[in-house]
């Protein structure tokens, strides 16, 4: 029997309509467009409806990219949902709801927690069904409304993230050449306190003591997290091209996850890759925590950046600590 590989099909998106901009954020908190800019590249993000939840924006990205794939919902045998923003703590999984918007029936669905990493730990779970034979079409998913964890009287936090999500089809296909080449997905819990949401959950419950401390809301060191972005982002794409014999310069799309520009910058100089190769969404829709990677594959897809057979090099790095990095061909059609 031949070998069984994953093969990255179609790719959607989906941003919400409402902009929120440094200008707004300027009579929130004590900031500036200039400061936010500087340190970070971020002009804008946008954010979802006060009734629009995780799932809607998770179900929308997940209809284009089954409409782009060639794929039926009825084909579809496994869907997975990457959220650190569930649209219940913790059932029914979002996986499910957003199965059960698309009339997509009797399939197993479950979610992921890996913050940032998660389309990419994703991608992993999806290559692992697919090349066992357990599974031929998974559809998968990072959505967030991640506007619902943040303090917006937090400006350490408040201007960095964004709403949105991003969904692709896996497939199986006997063609070596169409599949995932590699893929490295790691994590370090002694660092969980980097980046946390202390509450719901059973360290602490739901409490007077969680709404009056603020213990819903995201926390984060932002320095220490930085500098460790850099060095661990780094060194993973280093391993994965030299272990696959790929020169950094031979990679069209490098599409890192898109937390702060200076980030992307000190890992792309690192490589020493040239501006072109580097995929930047991070000005317009902020941090979007497991839909960023998804996110910014759909722009250069949908502005025919992204060519049938190219080179992905996907690279992140969230809470938990997780990171992730992967090397494959985008084997979708072409954007006509
Ligand atoms: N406006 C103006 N001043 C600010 C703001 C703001 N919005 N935020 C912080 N400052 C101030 C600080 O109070 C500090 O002032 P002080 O020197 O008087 O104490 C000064 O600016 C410098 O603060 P730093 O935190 O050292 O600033 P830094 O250059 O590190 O930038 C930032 C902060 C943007 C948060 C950066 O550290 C960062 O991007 N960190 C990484 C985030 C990340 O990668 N997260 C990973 C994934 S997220 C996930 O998994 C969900």
Redesign the pocket.
Known sequence: MSKIYASFKSIGAYVPERILSNSDLEKM????DE??IK??GIKERHLAAEDEVTSDLGAKACALALSRSGVSKEEIDLVLCAT?TPDYFNMPSTACVISDKLGIRDVQAFDISA??SGFVYLLSVAKAFIESGMKKNVLIVGAEKFSSIVDYTD??TC??FGDGAGAAVISATTDKEEGIIDLHASADGAYADF?VTPAPGTVNPVSQKVIDQGLNF?Q?K??E??KL?VKTLTKDVKEILAKNKINSNDIPHFIP?Q??YR?IKAVGDALKMKEEQVVLTVDKYG?T?AASIPMAINDIWESGRLQTGELMLLDT???GLTWASALLPFSGKANK
Request: hydrophobic share 45%.
């Open positions: 908190v004590d900031t500036t400061w936010i340190r970070t650190v913050a940032c400006r350490n201007i960095l980046l995201v984060m932002g320095n997290t930085f972005a996850h937390a702060n980030i941090n925590s790095f969230g809470g």
